[in-house]
């Protein structure tokens, strides 16, 4: 199975903040890897698809970069929307496996 | 506009059985690959299963594989998990998500479009 480790596990940051999350993957997954936002008690939603593909409707202060092993989700200027938790997800193969999750906090 | 409602949860005993059910609306449910990803109160998420937009492949996590199963029914526009063996671990809020859209590099295994959920509790 392929484990994905994301780091750090919380960030507090203040508004107007640009943040970077990273991502990483026990093997090789090319570009097969998603980012989601999921606010307390809602379901989560697609950001980034294929590593740096941003999802219709999203923001464009959200981007994605990165390949093979290792990925970043960056939020250029924070707003009061994104304080949420972000996962990251490879969709390169069976089992499919998330991140443990990021908790974005207000500082 | 794309739904998808989960019903089904509930408190159910150690060992017990649960079918939950997703039904589907606002796009052409036989297109689209189709999972069940479920998380456990306070934690993260975790994929269950998915399956195929004919039924004809179906996968499972290592740890319900043998205790649930994966269905759907074209006609009905639904999709299915049915739960036996239940332990307290199960415990969750299980979402049924559609795949992304075709022409996308692991568009099978990604999730657009994402459910309520629907809490399964098992204790006795």
């Known amino acids: 199975d392929i484990q994905m480790t994301q780091s750090p596990s919380s960030l507090s940051a203040s508004m107007g903040d640009r943040v970077t999350i990273t991502c990483r993957a026990s093997?090789?997954?090319?570009?097969?890897l998603n980012w989601y936002q999921q606010k307390p008690g809602k379901a989560p939603k697609i950001l980034i698809y294929?590593?740096?593909s941003l999802q219709s409707g999203v923001p464009s202060r959200f981007s994605g970069s990165g390949s093979g092993t290792d990925f970043t989700l960056t939020i250029s200027s924070l707003q009061p929307e994104d304080f949420a938790t972000y996962y990251c997800?490879?969709?390169?193969?069976?089992?499919?496996?998330f991140g443990q999750g990021t908790r974005l906090e207000i500082k | 506009e794309v739904q998808l409602v989960e019903s089904g949860g509930g408190l159910v005993q150690p060992g017990g059985s649960l079918r939950l059910s997703c039904a589907a609306s606002?796009?052409?449910?036989?297109?689209?690959?189709m999972s069940w990803v479920r998380q456990a109160p306070g934690k993260g998420l975790e994929w269950v299963a998915n399956?195929?937009?004919?039924?004809?492949?179906?996968y499972y996590v290592d740890s319900v594989e043998g205790r649930f199963t994966i269905s759907r029914d074209n006609a009905k526009n639904s999709l299915y998990l049915q739960m036996s063996s239940l332990r307290a671990d199960d415990t969750a809020v299980y979402y049924c998500?559609?795949?992304?859209?075709?022409?996308?590099?692991?568009?099978?295994?990604?999730?657009?479009?994402w459910g309520q959920g629907t809490l399964v509790t098992v204790s006795s």
């Open positions: 998500a559609r795949a992304l859209r075709a022409g996308i590099w692991g568009a099978a295994r990604s999730f657009e479009y």
């Open positions: 606002g796009f052409t449910f036989s297109y689209y690959w």
């Open positions: 399956i195929k937009q004919d039924g004809s492949e179906k």
């Open positions: 093997q090789s997954i090319t570009n097969y």
């Open positions: 294929a590593a740096s």
């Open positions: 997800q490879q969709s390169y193969s069976t089992p499919i496996t």
